[in-house]
């Protein structure tokens, strides 16, 4: 089981960014998969969620309406959109695979630096 992160880099206030999360050894629709951030010095945060069950999408307030997660069952990936990014959206992007996206994750894959210029 393993996932793999790509995408990330560095953008200015306001700009967008693409992360992608590619799964190998397990199919991702069978579970839910996460995208969780963590900046330096600073607590990890879960930025969004998609169920396997319907495709239930979940995002907290800082994010909302900014970042959309989507999933290609045929290519066996997960993104997620980033738009009008903020310098306070700086952090490593991790995405995690789960049976739900009210349980903690069980696998995680190695992370990709966001990093948000003002």
């Known amino acids: 089981v393993q996932l793999v992160e790509s995408g990330g880099g560095l953008a200015p206030a306001g700009g967008s960014l693409t992360l992608s999360c590619a799964a190998s050894g397990f199919t991702l629709d069978n579970y839910a998969i996460g995208w969780v951030r963590q900046a330096p010095g600073k607590e990890r945060e879960g930025v969004s969620c998609?169920?396997?069950?319907?495709?239930?999408?979940y995002y907290p307030t800082s994010v909302k309406g900014r970042f959309t997660i989507s999933r290609d069952n045929r290519k066996n990936t997960v993104y997620l959109q980033m738009n009008s990014l903020k310098p306070e959206d700086t952090a490593v992007y991790y995405c995690?695979?789960?049976?739900?996206?009210?349980?903690?994750?069980?696998?995680w894959g190695q992370g990709t630096q966001v990093t948000v210029s003002s």
């Open positions: 998609i169920s396997s069950r319907d495709g239930s999408t």
């Open positions: 995690a695979a789960g049976r739900s996206c009210a349980l903690p994750f069980g696998s």
